[in-house]
């Protein structure tokens, strides 16, 4: 038996094992935790990155010393060599200036500091002798004496310093002139290599050394390591966590190390620069990262710094499955606002742009914006900022004039049946109402709303056409004088975008099934006279040309629709969805007895009221009786601030641990399964409203009751990328897009611009876009004048209405608000006619405002006085004009004197100028035309980069600008209505 210490219980050798054990274990622990903190994902990140940047910099110096010019350099050392052997011959000279200059510079020394000590006892003494004087001393005269002495002495120093200073810069000349050839030589070489020298000096920060690998080994990298956390402090953009407003501290460079540098754009991710960094995040763009992040706009954790932890979104499933295998990505859960996708990150873009129409270069966004105004989603769901915007459908308060019952039960049951491209939404026959035992209940429900629709209406009787129309000239003019601007019509003039501004009418090729020749006939020569609330303007037809587009339309059918016959009304399943709804507020016996009391009609009018109420079909159409009715969808404005839980999946929220991706459903089969994102969902939601009832058990009127508008994937997703906009975040006004006034009168302009679809006719705005109806034109004068398809695309433009890109510093205001209230030919050339929109004079003066203050033209009050204008420059101006020169009149119309010219190349009556055009545009106009209007036919008669090398040197002293006025002028003295003056 052991003997044990008398002092204590334990076996000392067992001790020390457990205390030899346990201290390894520390050791290892303590290790493993070093290296844990260490090998950071960030650090290998940033030191690939690193490699990335030698690699790149060495290959600059490479193509440096290639990109040099042999010849060059020979040059430039031959010169080296000759200056350096003067150098050699001047060499003693240049000793002896030398050291002559260092012993001067001594002397300088001495005599500064001379100079700048009496100036100091100056300073003292101009101060010690104001105090004296105004406090009357005694000693005043003593220390004024004392301060003439100063000055006197100060002037002494100050003019041998100045003579010094000559003296050295004597010196200083002469070594000068000595190296003033090897200088030149020095320069022109080190110009030479400027490239190389600049990566060379950048190799030399980048490349690795041993002080770098130890400033960045383990316990050592607190002192100065290359491999550190890297981030922007924001303090003026905020999260929101837990109510308070925290600011952000974006960390995204930590990994994303060469985001803003260029040269990095075909580096792998996480390595490669960001896109457009003259946009974002460069220093020099209008959103620098040290100003605005990364995070404000992407979303994602700001303080992150591994891949997991910055919270990213992958773009798609083939990415989501990349991420798993490459970092082990998955959902997190714990954070609002995870980084938005790709496809969706637009979306950031709008707290910041919410003062304007469209987000400035944000295709995607303003796409989903545009949808969201062609739908009319804030009809029935409130969205802040679309307040005021008109009802998409049109008015039905005349609904009994335009077509008949049958047909609108048809209609509103399956819409797309009838027209393919249609805005209108499916109501019935969806997901969740789509079983055998839901197909009567329909029915029913779309009869009763057809029954109240026409009892609300008005009912005005149209007589048909005054004349008889021609289908054949109908069918031209609506290819030729503007329809195609809003519509698409006729064939191989297919549907191809229900976001485009030529969709921003109906398709019209299914339109002579719906209505009569006479509400067309009327509709065509007045639309606000049929419907006062319309966006259709009037293109002012005759009587004739009226019954010819009549005539055409009515020949467009559906025939497959006119034989569908209506819907079969089951009156049995009728009384019971009565019931369901008078069976609320009643005894089911006493709700049977109302029912039975009631007629078939005042059955269908009960019903058609609360269906009415229940699908909100007033959210897009002026309706007798709910004008003023609120939509009846949950408010959008701040959806996006949502969080998922609150997002109703029913049975089909596809959780990060489940492994099945879908879901069996009795009655519906397999259906998949969607993830927990708002961007999932809301992209499920616009595709298939219904689909979250799928399983569930509820009645008929608890059904969820979104329609199905047949969005493609692609207009879903820019719906989406909308909606993810909407959002309660908050932007500092100082980081907002904060408009000026007259930045703020552009943006009400541009709004009536939208919503009268300018863009399907002209060319609004220089970043491009509009003009839409250009390829209606060009199929035109194949069709109908003869052109080949490349002569016709050629001449387009000529054809098409004007570019509207300078219009504000083109015409005068006042002009143009007389154009805008009643249009006249301008260019009679051209069959698109400018309609008359009936726009009121507060739209009329937002777009003539809005053309001025974009342009930077004066605005509203003009007045022009011409220069003296007299016979000499006027004799200048009429010999321009002639054949002999610029031949002006075989194109430009004079009053009621057309050219003699081909029409393809006329242009407009000069007589309308002085009303019409700003005189400083003429000038800019003459000096170059295609500046200001590419494509356009008129000539070029100066050379904008030597207009004194084309101006005619027998005019006016072959000066240009003389030449251009005196047309300028003269063009301002024809007379006005056609007539001359003069």
């Given amino acids: 038996m052991p003997v044990l210490h008398p002092d204590h219980l334990y076996k000392m050798p067992r001790m020390n094992r457990a205390f030899a054990l346990s201290s390894i274990a520390l050791l290892l622990v303590l290790l493993w935790m070093l290296f844990a903190d260490y090998a950071r994902d960030w650090k290998l990140f940033q030191a690939q990155f690193n490699r990335i940047d030698v690699e790149k910099t060495r290959a600059a110096i490479t193509a440096a010393e290639s990109s040099v010019d042999a010849a060059k350099l020979d040059q430039i050392k031959a010169s080296l060599q000759a200056a350096d052997a003067d150098l050699v011959a ?54 004024k004496r004392k301060l003439e002495d100063l000055q006197r002495l100060f002037e002494q120093k100050q003019q041998a310093l100045l003579a010094h200073q000559e003296k050295l810069d004597a010196i200083q000349g002469r070594i000068n002139e000595i190296t003033a050839k090897r200088d030149q030589a020095q320069a022109a070489y080190d110009e030479l290599f400027k490239q190389k020298a600049r990566a060379e000096r950048k190799l030399a920060k980048v490349a690795p050394d041993w002080r770098r690998l130890l400033l960045n080994l383990p316990m050592v990298d607190f002192v100065g390591p290359t491999l550190k956390v890297k981030q922007v402090v924001l303090p003026d953009l905020k999260n929101d966590v837990n109510f308070l407003q925290i600011p952000r501290v974006d960390r995204c460079m930590t990994c994303h190390v060469g985001i803003n540098q260029k040269g990095f754009e075909d580096a792998p991710q996480p390595y490669t620069t960001h896109p457009r960094l003259e946009l974002f995040v460069g220093d020099s763009s209008k959103h620098p990262m040290g100003s605005f992040g990364c995070t404000t706009c992407h979303h994602g954790q700001d303080r992150g710094t591994s891949f997991y932890s910055a919270v990213h979104t992958p773009s798609s499933p083939e990415q989501a499955e990349e991420w798993r295998r490459k970092y082990g990505w998955s959902h997190y859960e714990n954070w609002d606002e995870p980084m938005l996708p790709k496809q969706h990150v637009e979306a950031a873009c709008r707290k910041c742009h919410l003062s304007e129409v469209r987000v400035p270069q944000g295709t995607h966004i303003n796409h989903g914006i545009a949808l969201i105004e062609r739908y009319g989603c804030y009809g029935c769901h409130k969205i802040q900022g679309f307040e005021g915007l008109p009802k998409v459908g049109p008015d039905l308060r005349g609904l009994a004039g335009k077509v008949t019952p049958e047909w609108a039960l048809k209609w509103i049951k399956s819409p797309r049946v009838f027209r393919p491209s249609t805005r209108m939404p499916h109501f019935w026959d969806l997901t969740n109402t789509s079983t055998p035992e839901f197909a009567a209940r329909n029915n029913v429900e779309a009869d009763a709303i057809v029954a109240l629709l026409f009892d609300k209406s008005e009912k005005p009787v149209y007589p048909p056409p005054p004349v008889a129309g021609d289908p054949a000239r109908g069918e031209r003019l609506v290819n030729e004088v503007g329809c195609k601007g809003c519509h698409q019509v006729g064939p191989g003039d297919p549907v191809t975008d229900r976001g485009a501004l030529r969709q921003f009418g109906p398709e019209l090729n299914q339109v002579g099934s719906k209505t009569t020749p006479g509400w067309l006939f009327a509709w065509l020569k007045n639309p606000s006279a049929v419907s006062p609330t319309t966006r259709m303007p009037n293109l002012r037809l005759s009587d004739q040309e009226a019954a010819d587009i009549t005539s055409y339309l009515m020949t467009l059918r559906n025939e497959k629709f006119d034989a569908q016959p209506p819907p079969e009304l089951d009156r049995q399943v009728r009384d019971r969805v009565m019931l369901d709804y008078v069976g609320e507020k009643m005894p089911a016996g006493e709700a049977k007895a109302k029912i ?342 008129m000539p070029n008669f100066y050379d904008p980069a030597d207009p004194k090398s084309t101006a005619p040197s027998d005019i006016l002293g072959g000066d240009p600008e003389k030449q251009i006025e005196a047309i300028r002028d003269y063009i301002y003295s024809l007379g006005e209505n056609g007539k001359r003056r003069g």
């Avoid at 003494?125 to 000693?139: D, L, T």
């Avoid at 009536?752 to 003009?771: A, D, I, Q, S, T």
Wanted: charged share 30%; proline share 6%; aromatic share 10%.
């Fill in 596 to 937: 039975a009391s009631m007629s078939e009609q005042e059955k269908r009018l009960f019903l058609g009221d609360r269906l009415l109420n229940r699908y909100g079909c007033f959210g897009c159409h002026l309706i007798k009786g709910f004008e003023t009715t609120p939509g009846i969808g949950v408010e959008l404005t701040t959806w996006a601030s949502k969080y998922v839980d609150q997002l109703d999946y029913g049975l089909l929220e596809q959780h990060e641990t489940e492994p099945s991706t879908a879901v069996e459903i009795e009655g519906y089969g397999t259906v998949k399964k969607v993830a927990r994102t708002k961007m999932a969902w809301a992209f499920q939601k616009l595709k298939d409203p219904r689909i979250f009832d799928l399983g569930r058990l509820k009645k008929a009127e608890e059904k969820l009751k979104m329609p199905d508008f047949g969005l493609s994937d692609d207009d879903a997703s820019s719906v989406v990328t909308a909606l993810i906009s909407f959002t309660k975040e908050k932007v500092e006004p100082r980081m907002a897009r904060n408009l000026t006034p007259e930045q703020a009168e552009v943006e009400a302009g541009r709004r009536v611009v939208v919503n009268r679809n300018c863009e399907g006719c002209h060319h609004v705005y220089l970043e491009g876009g509009g003009g839409e109806i250009r390829s209606a034109v060009a199929a035109a004068l194949v069709r109908y004048e003869g052109k080949s398809p490349d002569e016709a695309e050629t001449i387009a433009d000529i054809f098409s209405p004007p570019l509207l890109t300078h219009e504000g510093f083109k015409v005068n205001p006042d002009w143009f608000f007389a154009f805008l209230k009643a249009p006249s030919t301008i260019r009679p050339w051209l069959k698109v006619r400018m309609p008359t929109f009936g726009l009121s004079d507060e739209d009329a003066n937002r777009v003539i405002t809005h053309f001025a203050r974009r342009d930077g033209a004066a605005f509203p009050f003009l007045s022009y006085t011409p220069r003296s204008f007299g016979p000499v420059e006027k004799q200048a101006a009429l010999k321009l004009f002639s054949k002999d020169y610029d031949n002006c009149w075989t194109c430009h119309q004079q009053g009621e004197k057309k050219p003699a010219s081909p029409i393809d190349s006329w242009a407009p009556d000069l007589t309308l100028a002085r009303s019409r055009l700003r005189p400083d545009w003429i000038i800019q106009w003459l000096h170059d035309p295609q500046k200001l209007q590419p494509g356009t036919k």
């Fill in 90 to 143: 001047r060499k003693a000279d240049l000793a002896t200036a030398q050291a002559e200059l260092a012993r001067e510079s001594a002397v300088h020394y001495r005599v500064d500091q001379e100079f700048r000590f009496t100036k100091a006892d100056l300073d003292s003494m101009k101060y010690e002798f104001e105090e004296q004087r105004a406090h009357k001393s005694p000693a005043f005269a003593k220390t």
